[in-house]
């Protein structure tokens, strides 16, 4: 016999096992004499009342053994000797296009600028410590992309709910928790992802595909209006039957490469801001309504704010972005002289810090200075910015940093708070790094979000800038019905770089889209 309950409880009955044993077993009516077997299916956290509650979906089972929830297991063919395609980069769209491609019958071939997980940390380690930026290794690049160092968040504005739980019952096998097929907003954390990562390749290697290390694609090999492979920095000159382009949001040379070769891109609006750091306890205090400590059993808050600004007659979004609880800040630039800052969360969530972006939107209109770049303007406008604030950190990766207070009202911030950013910070005036409608938007907002969040308007919090890879500053465009390049055929532009997605989940889902799309034209037909 099956039951499903939708409860209402405390966090404590939530989260203490044997207390949600309890209460579900009272709540399902039957008897646990034979063994009752308990199994939460959907989770959230409900903090609007004064009184935090849980949701909490439920299935029980009397005298019956449940279904697993990862519904089947996948099958990967050997496809060694099959017909090949190329995929350029190793993020989660190009990971997942390639597991989706031998699934297909199809051998892949992953090229990856950067170096396989382990090797890379020694990179970043470099970065943090010594300030040493490598192009090719860094927070974005190298094997599983921007999303191996983040907090690993999983939730998706798609509404594609099969894809998404196909995408987490993949990841699951692979090594994540099977709470994150429960929880509504479920994470991975920044200490769990290197090691799915490296089963992701494993698994890759095992059925016949490829992976590539320290292999930079430095052009593509096209003939009449067609792209028949890719040309290595060593000369290499790979062939298959098409090319998933998935190369992330940060890979300027792949952009400028597309428009020598006249591959038609445009500049794309984005975002652009700073990393605001508070104090994790008070960020649950005001969320959670607690006088002290959020307690046991709730995890550190996490919050979403969206603030319209006027300006010159102009309304414009000023809003939250890849929020981090007990998180920390990272340098991400991918290139020396560029100051770029992103967060992310070990699994436990368990930093002293909160951090999350507060960017604006960034229109094409506000771009008009950089007409002479053409679909390159919103790159060389995102560039400036980020060199603008490695030299007023004083050429290294010391980020420039102001209390938020003191940024809207102008003052400097002869005192700087202490900071999960390792490299470290510099006091400067933010409004002389950030464009002025930029500046100007921020410190509109910030009061307001403080009266939507009691406290959040403090200058016990800081700017860290700049928070500036929110998406690809240009999209490769595609046709909507076969995602393939409307003027180079079997080129299938994929994932953040390309404009389709934002975050691991939809940038799997489109990978695999974008294989399906290209296997399902081309298979058995070699460039």
């Not at 993949?170 to 429960?182: D, F, M, S, T, Y």
């Not at 954390?189 to 490829?210: A, D, F, M, S, W």
């Not at 104090?279 to 979403?304: F, K, M, T, W």
Request: charged share 25%.
């Amino acid at each position: 016999m099956k039951k499903v309950l939708d409860l209402v409880i405390s966090p404590e009955e939530a989260y203490n096992e044997t207390l949600f044993n309890q209460v579900v077993t009272k709540q399902s009516g039957l008897s646990d004499s034979g063994g009752l077997i308990i199994r939460p299916i959907r989770r959230s956290i409900d903090a609007r009342g004064r009184k935090v509650r849980v949701n909490v979906t439920v299935e029980v089972y009397a005298a019956a053994n449940p279904p697993p929830l990862i519904s089947s297991e996948r099958d990967y063919p050997n496809v060694r000797d099959k017909d090949q395609l190329l995929i350029v980069g190793a993020g989660p769209a190009g990971m997942f296009a390639a597991l989706r491609a031998i699934e297909l019958g199809v051998k892949p071939i992953i090229l990856e600028r950067g170096k396989d997980v382990r090797s890379r940390r020694r990179d970043l380690a470099a970065l943090n410590k010594q300030h040493v930026v490598d192009p090719d290794s860094n927070y974005c690049f190298g094997e599983g992309g921007a999303g191996t160092y983040s907090d690993g968040k999983l939730y998706t504005r798609s509404k594609k709910r099969g894809d998404i739980r196909r995408i987490m019952e993949i990841l699951v096998a692979h090594g994540a928790k099977e709470e994150i097929l429960v929880d509504a907003h479920p994470h991975i954390g920044t200490n769990k992802l290197p090691l799915l990562v490296e089963n992701l390749r494993k698994r890759i290697l095992e059925n016949g595909g490829e992976i590539h290390f320290n292999t930079k694609v430095t052009d593509f090999i096209l003939e009449n209006g067609s792209i028949r492979g890719v040309t290595t920095q060593e000369g290499e000159q790979l062939m298959g039957m098409g090319v998933i382009l998935a190369t992330g949001h940060s890979a300027r040379d792949i952009y400028r490469l597309l428009d020598r070769r006249q591959v038609l891109i445009a500049a794309k609006p984005f975002a652009l801001g700073v990393r605001i750091e508070h104090d994790q306890n008070l960020i649950d205090r005001i969320q959670y309504h607690c006088p002290v400590e959020r307690g046991e059993y709730l995890p550190p808050a996490a919050y979403s704010l969206v603030q319209q600004t006027v300006l010159d007659g102009k309304k414009r979004g000023v809003f939250s972005f890849c929020m981090c609880p007990g998180g920390f800040i990272v340098p991400s630039a991918t290139s020396p002289g560029e100051i770029v800052v992103n967060g992310m969360s070990p699994s436990r969530r368990d930093g002293k810090f909160a951090n999350s972006g507060i960017v604006v939107a960034v229109e094409l209109e506000d771009l008009k200075a950089y007409r002479q770049y053409g679909p390159l303007a919103a790159m060389y406008f995102q560039q400036e910015i980020e060199q603008a604030a490695c030299r007023a950190g004083g050429e290294t990766q010391t980020a420039p940093a102001q209390r938020m207070v003191d940024f809207v009202r102008h003052n400097s911030s002869s005192q700087l708070l202490k900071t999960s950013y390792q490299p470290g910070i510099k006091s400067v005036d933010m409004h002389e790094i950030l464009p002025e409608f930029i500046g100007k938007r921020l410190a509109m907002a910030f009061p307001l979000m403080g009266q939507k969040m009691k406290g959040y308007y403090t200058n016990e919090a800081q700017l860290i800038g700049v928070e500036s890879r929110t998406s690809s500053p240009v999209r490769i465009p595609r046709d909507k019905e076969t995602f393939e390049h409307p003027q180079i055929s079997r080129l299938y532009p994929c994932g953040e770089g390309a404009g389709y997605a934002g975050g691991i989940v939809s940038a799997a889902m489109d990978g695999e889209r974008c294989v399906e799309k290209l296997i399902g034209r081309y298979k058995g037909k070699l460039a």
